[in-house]
């Protein structure tokens, strides 16, 4: 089992910036993919972007791309996401996730961190 604890939301002017972090217990991230998704209120959770276990394979949602960067540290068990040029419509509950595989769908990551809210006002 994978245990993940995600940190660093918070209240933020539009255009402003913020860094979550995913902190992982119980097994190393070394073997996982990590995901962050992200759902707003009364919508679907959506992919927001994904890293592979190297790092060398990255994946964003079109929304995000250009603002935030997806980013690891295996040796800290640990995943980040630095958004910056926030938006009011980036406002929402933001999940990490990991699983071995790869995939942009919720269904496809076995573990998830209980989520931290990010509020863009504008």
């Known amino acids: 089992q994978v245990q993940l604890v995600e940190s660093g939301g918070g209240l933020v002017q539009a255009g402003g910036s913020l860094r979550l972090s995913c902190a992982a217990s119980g097994r190393t991230l070394s073997p996982y993919s990590m995901g962050w998704f992200r759902q707003a209120p009364g919508k679907e959770r959506e992919f927001v972007a994904a890293?592979?276990?190297?790092?060398?394979?990255?994946n964003y949602a079109d929304s995000v791309k250009g603002r935030f960067t997806v980013s690891r540290d295996n040796a800290k068990n640990m995943a980040f996401l630095q958004m910056n040029s926030l938006k009011p419509e980036d406002t929402a509950v933001y999940y990490c996730?990991?699983?071995?595989?790869?995939?942009?769908?919720?269904?496809?990551?076995?573990?998830w961190g209980q989520g931290t809210q990010v509020t863009v006002s504008s």
């Open positions: 890293i592979n276990w190297r790092g060398g394979s990255i």
């Open positions: 996730a990991a699983d071995r595989g790869w995939s942009t769908l919720e269904y496809g990551w076995s573990y």
